[in-house]
């Protein structure tokens, strides 16, 4: 049993406040995650979670507003697209994909942001520590 | 700034927030070690003036060159921060928070935890702020013109003290007419006074404030931008009446022939027809066609109402419209729903006749309603000879909702006395604690306590019509604990009022998301600090008023209504705001002009520098996203305060942090087991 080490790039906007309602209303949930705060999800260039897993992140979260409540309207369209091919790659290059995650959790959806930090947190607790698969 | 950086850290302790959970002398000893760092110390409140000054004190003797402070989120206190940084002749984009208050020692169980989380984010930030730049702010206008968005009492009031003090306001409002739950009420506690005598003169005056704009029947469609520049659509739904040409004569009413009853105004027990104003005093005065009842929409034939109206103002081929505003502000105060009391099937409401809500009730007993102010039980004939009002119906009940509705002990003692005064009818309150706690409240409880009023301290179990004994048989049967007495009580009355608790809007969510704030888990519109900034919300340039924030009774919600639009008149009053300086910009030197920035850009604010084949961002434009540094292939893109260096770090010295520990850890254990 290991603690994962979890990256959680989350916009500024949605995201980042929806862990701060989770705060507030006190949602206990794992402290393996530590989030870096973004203006948005579309800043999230691949190299950022790339270099998140060669610096011995077990598992990176990209979180943004929901599609249609981006703060600048369509920035999180590109991370929906941009996304899921960085997966594809990350699989081709022998991660394993579900190190990635990506959601979209409001600012008022505090429950939702605890509840998926719980899910990826137990995800990534059962894959190997992502040293052993960058050997 | 190729002075060596100098960091000076500050972790607060936010009385027991934070240090109840996270050890922050140990958090301030661990950062004391980091690289750079000239300076840590924990502290209190470090957002109190004495935290503010200690941090000025360290930037003039001790050259702190970099702040970090470790306490709340960014969205309350990094503005606080950087004016104190910025007072001390430091670049306020030289300063970094780190948030582990909403993000760590609330959120964390285990206290060591949470301080390991916090050396984390601490060295994140550390790390991250010696590859800050300093910035120029930039400043942009503030619209003057402000949006209210529902047109309650709340609304209207604070409409009033804008539109007063010369600035423009738009009501938004989503049913025909302003006015709220307050126009359906009789009388209002604790002065009994009417309540329609006292909103419509406040309607009336909004209505023909020349600084204010009505869009009555419309809901606000999508709103863009930020602070001082909102830009706002409205859907005006279509009325089918040409308010142009419409006196409000009210004979289109007259002579249509469909009669529907009517949920909203009514709160169903009376009728309106299909072409109505939900009352008579409604402002505007325009009636609307509801046209999923006409029988025209329906059959296709009718037409009633245009040939009797004299000046030809019905319109049967209007459709929504879709209006553009601009504003700087915005103020939210779209009230509350009543809790649905068919929820509790014990209760009988729906399927007793006589069980009545607090709402069927104000309307029954309001001298403009159905039965002209009567108290008639449901065949609209027999006068009740007692009534029992249940109190707490959806409130203070985990099953529905834990809070404290706030209104319905008033409320229900309004009821007693009215019922009382037009009836003479036996009343029986059931009630769990009596709460009375404003001006001039408890002298009223005390006035029903004399009138004769029975109160019963007991939540009520079950309202029946199957009695036990013959003389009971016809009535309704209420049981509930008499908890002062330890007894058990079937109390048969002719007529029963549920006191139906308050709910956010069952939309609330939604109008959230689209303004950008946030709910509690109840729904309710969280404002900016519960105690400190009850109006303002984590988003600039948005207030919250009213019931929509929480369960209040009409005193409150005009206050916070007042409050909110002085909020906003100050903002006004600053004339211009300051905006994040954080915007992209083109390295040329590497830019291969490929353009695939260009169509990533939400605000078309990169343009394509021919004749060098460069892109380029016009900074006025560019609201500093990064989505073209995220699709720049060349790297040549930096967004100024996010830059690559920046994140890099802050992941560097969260991911360094956690590697120490896992070691630690490892060597505890392996030195546990030889």
Known sequence: ?135 | MNDRPRVGVYICHCGSNIAGTVDVADVARWAEKLPYVEVSRDYKFMCSSLGQELIEKDIKEREVNRVVVASCSPHLHEPTFRNACSRAGLNPYLFEMSNIREQDSWVTEDKLEATKKAKALVAAAVNRVIFQEPLESLFVPIDPNVLIVGGGITGIQAALEIADSGKHVYIVEREPSLGGHMAQFDKTFPTLDCSACILTPKMFSAGNHKNITMFTWSEVEKVEGFIGNFTVTIRKKARFIDESLCTGCGLCQEKCPKKVIDDVFEAGIGYRKAVYTPFPQAVPKYPVIDHENCTYFIKGTCKACEKFCPTGAIDFNQEDTLVTLKVGNIILATGYDLFDARKIPQYGYGRLPNVFTSLEFERLTNAAGPTGGKVYLRDGVTVPKSVAIVHCVGSRDKHYNNYCSAICCMQSLKFAHLVKEKTGAEVYEFYIDMRTPAKSYDEFYLRILKEGTHFIRGRVAEVTGTARSENKEGKLIVQAEDTLIGKQRRIPVDMVILSAGLQARADAKEVAIKFGISCSADSWFIEKHPKLDPVATMTDGVMVAGACQGPKDIPASVAQGAAAATRVLSIIGQGEIEIEAATALVNEETCVGCKECIPSCPYTSIEYLADKNKAHVIEALCKGCGTCVGTCLSKSIKLRHYTDDQLVAEMIGAMQAMKLFEAIDLETAAAGQD
Not at chain 1, 51 to 80: K, P, Q
Not at chain 1, 83 to 88: D, S
Not at chain 1, 96 to 122: C, M
């Open chain 1, 1 to 135: 049993m290991y603690e994962p080490k979890i990256i959680g790039f989350l916009c500024n906007w949605c995201s980042y406040r929806g862990a701060d309602t989770a705060g507030m209303a006190r949602l206990k949930y794992p402290p393996n995650v530590k989030i870096v705060r973004v203006p948005c999800s579309g800043r999230i260039s691949p190299e950022l979670v790339l270099r998140s897993f060669r610096e011995g992140a077990d598992g990176v979260m990209v979180l943004g507003c929901h599609i249609g409540d981006c703060h600048y309207s369509t920035g999180n369209h590109r991370t929906a697209k941009r996304m899921p091919i960085l997966k594809k790659l990350l699989e081709y290059t022998g991660i394993e994909p579900e190190r990635l995650y990506i959601n979209w959790v409001s600012a008022a959806e505090g429950e939702k942001f605890a509840n998926v930090i719980h899910e990826f947190t137990e995800t990534i607790r059962a894959l190997p520590p992502i040293t052993e698969v960058m050997k």
